[in-house]
């Protein structure tokens, strides 16, 4: 059982060191990535039983929404956070197809 749990957990970290290589090459500075990843950690962890690539426009713009309507934390908050862009980042490099629908 370790076994499969130590595969999970470097598949996880590779997942992890792809997304910052791919948001650094986006023009990501080092220190904001790990904003990034808490907001995609807080996205993924919103839909638990489904794989990123079965996610739906709708998915991604209720996830958005309700962070939106989120009372403790300030619009300036939402925005310089950059929730929106660390989630599409995500999208695109997995390639899902959801990017192109969602809004």
């Known amino acids: ?3 499969n749990k130590s595969k999970t957990d470097s598949a996880t970290e590779r997942f992890w060191d792809r997304y ?3 948001v650094q090459k986006q023009g990501v ?3 904001a990535c790990r904003w ?3 907001r995609v950690k807080q996205y993924t962890q ?3 039983d489904q794989k990123l ?10 996830f958005l929404d ?7 934390q300030k619009d300036w908050q939402f925005m310089q956070t950059e929730t929106v862009d660390a989630i599409q980042k995500l999208f ?6 959801c990017l192109d629908n969602v809004d």
Do not use: C, S
Not at 66 to 72: A, H, Q, V
């Open 46 to 48: 919103a839909y638990p």
């Open 1 to 3: 059982m370790d076994n």
């Open 66 to 72: 309700d962070e939106g309507r989120n009372t403790k």
């Open 29 to 31: 500075k080092g220190g």
């Open 92 to 97: 695109i490099m997995i390639n899902a197809p």
């Open 20 to 22: 910052i290589e791919f």
């Open 53 to 62: 690539l079965a996610h739906t426009p709708e998915l991604v713009t209720r």
């Open 36 to 38: 990034y990843i808490k």
